[in-house]
């Protein structure tokens, strides 16, 4: 196949988000909605791509650095003026031009090799423009296409006659051309319409009218071409986002009985036969191996557990918790830059930060790992095979030994060697009948008290 160039759209800052921040860099499962995009033009392997911006470009370079060329666009004068602007930047360039919009981020890698596949058929049409038939039509430009695909007409809604409103095939904005018609097409478009703006679909409109053809091709996901404008928006397409996310994981081997339930971030890796019970969210860098069960309400993020580790219910992993294969933590355990090794266990109530532990260890219910003195962080190693018991005070820096024990309730301050147990508590009073003795000599003058009132 011929060469591949992207123009991603991004000159709207998006003022309907009300944001200091480029629309376009509003995270979707915690990744600017642009990088997706990109990531699946990526996969396509395009040699070049021009991001068309104009104001906060500045941030559309600290996103993109170096890796793409820019063109600005100023002032914004419609989507053909737009594309237009990456004229310079893709000169002598003759190969397919896939024309993305910044602010339709969810297009899958797959949709855009159908249209290519297209702009490649017997046929060899002009323009292939990627429709979608939404339960809304509202104010998208509507594609007038024949059964075959090929496309009479494009019309802008405002532009529309009320028979053309009626047709429900919609434009998506995204476009695959020959490099070396687009811009002879582009240099043709006019602004006589009722916005005044150069529009892009006129392309498809001119190739018609040189007896060219155009081609639609219709995507059977309508969710993939979803537009981001506002908060709302971007909370839709969040939610499209996930359902598709969740879809993929179950596909892989993912067991989830309640997915509406499961938040993924973009970075969300899962071997196979894990299960994800109801209300998990993923922040981003977690890697669950095969066999894993995150138990219901977790929360993991930058988080690793191997093979056969079960997490939960209510586990709260933070960045650089790792779970060696068989660990536990149960119901409100915490883990932060921490390691539980092979099959140990922290079942209840524990927060282990900064600390390793070695395989087999058992953590006792309430064990706190005292990490920090307000000025430093200090690490806590646990032995393998180490029995800590419940409502310890580890206070590090501190080693705990091979096999040793700590008896519950100790609060621990210096090391303590393989084999030892610590105990450290107050001397306990054993005093038989004292507490009879009391309730009959309290139960004696509240009587005497209650004949005197
Ligand atoms: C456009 C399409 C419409 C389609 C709709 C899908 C045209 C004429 N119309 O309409 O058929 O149904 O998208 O959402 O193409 N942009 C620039 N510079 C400009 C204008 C726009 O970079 O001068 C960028 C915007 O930032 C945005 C994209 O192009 O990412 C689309 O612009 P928008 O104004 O939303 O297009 P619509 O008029 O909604
Ligand atoms: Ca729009």
Known sequence: MSELATIVLAAGKGTRMKSNRHK?????????????????????????????????????????????????QEPQLGTGHAVAQAKEALRGFTGDVLILYGDVPLVRADTMRAMRERLHGPDTPAVVVLGFRPPETRAYGRIIAADDGRIEKMVEHRDASEEER????????????????????????????????????????????????????????????????????????????????????????????????????????LGRDVTIEPNVVFGPGVVLHDNVTVRAFSHLEGAVLHEGAVAGPYARLRPGAVMEEGAKVGNFVEMKAAVLGKGAKASHLTYLGD???????????????????????????????????????????????????????????????????????????????????????????????????
């Open 24 to 72: 376009v860099l509003h995270p979707i499962g915690g990744r600017p909605m642009l990088l997706h995009l990109m990531d699946a033009a990526a996969s396509l392997s395009a040699s070049r791509t021009v991001v068309v911006v104009g104001e906060y470009r500045e941030q559309l370079h600290d996103a993109l650095g170096e890796s793409v060329d820019y063109a600005v």
């Open 355 to 453: 600390a390793e532990v070695g395989e087999g260890a058992n953590i006792g219910a309430g064990t706190i790992t005292c990490n920090y003195d307000g000025y430093f962080k200090h690490r806590t190693t646990i032995g393998p095979r180490a029995f800590i018991g419940s409502n310890s005070a580890l206070i590090a820096p501190l080693t705990i030994g091979a096999d040793a024990i700590v008896a519950a309730g100790s609060a621990v301050s210096r090391d303590v060697g393989d084999g030892e147990l610590r105990m450290v508590r107050g001397e306990q009073l054993v005093k038989p009948g004292w507490a009879d003795r009391f309730h009959d000599a309290m139960k004696k003058k509240k009587k005497a008290q209650a004949k005197d009132g």
């Open 166 to 269: 009626a047709c429900t095939l919609c434009n998506s904005g995204v476009m695959a051309v020959r490099g070396d018609e687009l811009f002879a097409l582009l240099d043709r478009v006019g602004n006589d319409n009722s916005q005044g703006e150069y529009y892009l679909t006129d392309i498809v409109n001119l190739a018609n009218g040189d007896g060219r053809t155009c081609a639609v091709v219709e995507t059977d996901r309508p969710g993939e071409v979803a537009g981001v404008n506002s908060r709302a928006e971007l909370a839709s397409a969040e939610a499209q986002w996930q359902a598709f996310r969740r879809q993929e994981a179950m596909e892989q081997g993912t067991t989830m009985p309640a997915p509406e339930t499961v938040f993924f971030s973009w970075d969300t890796k």
